[in-house]
């Protein structure tokens, strides 16, 4: 295994999957599943301790014009030892995988999404602590799953599951742009021999009256988002002939019909339009949405530029 560690400018390979530490709770559930990943897809590990500048009011005396400050050369001292921690961590769960760690300064959202442009896949908790990646979902991971160009994935808090997972779900609008988001959900499932769940909402006068719910395989007017569900998959299930699919259409908003209160799914994979188009501000709000509201692990998937899009 190589486990090496650096501070400062620090040049990250392309095919990297990087996940973002602070040690928190949160932040632990994101490298054990980013090593994972990195195991299966056999990728090199990118173990990311971002830091700022902060100041700290002091306490006792004095403490509304007095504060704490922290040199540099402290916080990456600091953002170090998270690093090592997480490596030692990474490593006794994958003993052969190439695990990278290094600290620096700089704001985590900046950061994260300028790495987003040449790395591979992002891994986030859900929140974070302290001077490191504070505040997570409130502001990272949100910032960072509505504006990455890579696929990113947010590690939420799990609910104790009485039973086994019932697999990956995804979302699917039948669209050419969705498709990488598709073969997203597909390749998970053929990485992880999980099973898939491919989703379409249909938002009607019944779903606006009733609510959020499945259509029934019997009723025969929503013929044609059946057929819209079965293309947006038709190019690439054979390519992955071992994962076993379920094609499911729902009435109701997307993120009604993917966000997972239960924590069902082991995975919901979301798309969203590019970062400069107009779509990008429906899109995004519906993977916002799954993200905040979800007890399982969400992956936010750029899909592909429309000529519409611009």
């Known amino acids: ?70 040199s540099p050369q402290d916080l990456l001292d600091s953002g170090q030892t998270l690093a090592r921690e997480a490596i030692a961590a990474a490593r006794g769960l994958h003993p052969g995988l190439e695990v990278t760690g290094f600290a620096q300064i700089g704001e985590p959202r900046h950061l994260l999404i300028e790495l987003s442009r040449t790395v591979h896949m992002i891994v986030l908790g859900s929140r974070g602590r302290g001077l490191f990646c504070s505040k997570l ?32 779900l995804v979302g699917a609008d039948g669209t050419p742009e969705s498709l990488p988001v598709v073969e997203f959900a ?35 007017a929503l013929e044609e988002y059946r057929v819209l569900l079965a293309e947006s998959v038709a190019g690439i299930a054979p390519k992955f002939p071992e994962v076993e699919v379920e094609l499911r259409l729902t009435r109701g908003m997307a993120e009604d019909c993917l966000r997972d209160t239960s924590g069902e799914w082991s995975l919901i994979v979301v798309g969203r339009h590019p970062v400069d188009t107009f779509a990008r501000l429906v899109t995004g709000a519906v993977a916002t949405a799954v993200v905040e509201r979800s007890h399982s692990n969400v992956a936010v998937v750029p899909e592909t530029r429309s000529d519409a899009g611009h």
Not at 12 to 40: C, F, M, Y
Request: hydrophobic share 45%; charged share 10%; proline share 7%.
């Open 137 to 168: 979902l409130g502001s990272v991971s949100a910032a960072v799953s509505r504006d990455a160009s890579c696929p990113v994935v947010v590690c939420r808090p799990q609910r104790t599951q009485q039973h086994p997972a019932a697999g990956i």
């Open 186 to 220: 597909f390749r998970q499932a053929s990485l992880t021999g999980q099973p898939l769940t491919v989703v379409h909402a249909v938002w009607d006068a019944v779903a606006a009256a009733q609510g959020p719910g499945p259509v029934s395989p019997a009723e025969t």
């Open 1 to 70: 295994m190589t486990t090496t560690e650096a501070t400062g400018a620090y040049t990250v390979p392309a095919s990297s999957i990087v996940v973002a530490t602070d040690g928190s709770e949160h932040a632990g559930r994101a490298v054990h599943w980013a090593a994972d990943q990195a195991a299966l897809e056999r990728r090199p590990l990118i173990i990311l301790t971002l830091v700022h500048g902060a100041v700290m009011p002091a306490a006792g005396i004095g403490a509304m014009s007095a504060v704490y400050s922290y």
